[in-house]
């Protein structure tokens, strides 16, 4: 046999052993990447459970000592109840209003459950509202206000999340021109959310950047305008009148608008936060209010002394810093939060 002949047929073979070595290699799967258990993010009634934690324990120890001490007696555990809502921020006129409608619903002699259940109906009834307007006409305008360090910049972006979730097209304008922060965050939230964004140079004058930013959302037909403004303090009346400006630079362009006007209120602040929302509810006349970081105090009856006392309906409450820590207040879940036994943090 030739030799070219022998070193051909080697060659051949070899060409077909490294062929099928390939097609083996291809035919491996590789291994499964072990299981990574990621746990489970509570629900959202469990983190308005686990915000409202604090308040909910104080009302609850002072509501079972006094039931302890008076042996059953309705009059003590009220008297308890009381302490413990004016201590919760609930107000002194509120809280009054409350117990006396507990004592009614209740009788002289109620155990702790009872008035659990009277306090936790009662509490929902006061928080009670006619449903949060809906977005009906494009587009939408909603100017958010309240005084500086109430988280109110990243609750522009959080209401921006929340409708760009419900499918519409949202244009935030940064209205806040006197912190450069402000602007920035606004531009983050734009980017996480999918929504617009006007805004202008640090220092521009609000009332400009409010109407740039209307003329854009008619000319690009999104449905929601939301106007973050610059902190004012509320007793200050030369920048409560500013506040009143950019509304009316709203209200020209577009007759009717804005349609929410919202406070955020920092449920920390406690009764500050009721002054607050009586002078803005007086200067600019206030659709709803939004209470945050109520995961931070034991004060969460704030909400309840802003609905009762100043007749301003809570829109929404804010339990975190996520986007979805920010959600539509239910009266009747509101109350059971802060009135019912704990439950396990990542339960509904």
């Known amino acids: 046999m030739e030799w070219w002949w022998i070193a051909a047929v080697v060659a051949a073979a070899v060409v077909v052993l490294v062929v099928g070595v390939l097609a083996a290699r291809g035919r491996r799967r590789p291994s499964a990447a072990p299981a990574v258990s990621v746990p489970a993010r509570p629900s959202a009634a469990a983190r308005l459970r686990q915000g409202l934690l604090a308040t909910r324990e104080r009302l609850s120890a002072q509501l079972e000592a006094a039931l302890r001490r008076g042996g059953g007696d309705t009059r003590d555990a009220l008297v308890a109840v009381e302490e413990a809502l004016v201590a919760s921020d609930v107000g002194v006129r509120t809280a009054a209003t409350l117990v006396q409608r507990v004592r009614e619903r209740s009788g002289a002699a109620a155990d702790t459950a009872t008035l659990r259940g009277a306090l936790r109906e009662e509490i929902a009834s006061a928080l009670a509202a006619d449903d949060a307007p809906v977005p009906s006409t494009r587009p939408w305008v909603v100017m958010v206000v309240g005084v500086n360090g109430v988280g109110k910049t990243t609750t522009v972006g959080k209401l921006a999340a929340l409708h760009a979730a419900a499918g519409r097209r949202v244009l935030m304008v940064a209205g806040d021109t006197f912190r450069a922060a402000a602007v920035e965050q606004l531009a983050v939230w734009a980017e996480r959310t999918g929504a617009e964004l006007v805004r202008q140079g640090a220092g521009a004058s609000p009332a400009a950047v409010v109407f740039d930013g209307v003329k854009a959302a008619v000319a690009r037909s999104v449905d929601v305008v939301i106007i973050d403004t610059a902190g004012r303090l509320h007793t200050r009346s030369n920048l409560m009148e500013e506040l009143r400006k950019v509304q009316r630079v709203v209200s020209r362009e577009l007759p ?10 920092d449920a920390t602040t406690g009764q500050n936060g009721i002054a607050q929302a009586r002078t803005f509810s007086e200067a600019l006349g206030l ?10 105090t034991a004060r969460g009856g704030v909400a309840l002394a802003v609905r009762s006392e100043i007749g301003v309906p809570v829109r929404y409450v804010g339990v975190g810093e996520s986007a979805d820590d920010l959600r539509p207040l239910d ?3 509101f109350a059971r939060a802060l009135v019912d036994e704990a439950a396990s943090p990542t339960g509904n």
């Open 256 to 265: 009717g608008a804005p349609h929410e006007t919202l406070l955020v209120l």
């Open 287 to 296: 659709t709803g209010a939004i209470v945050t970081k109520l995961d931070g």
């Open 331 to 333: 009266p009747q879940e």
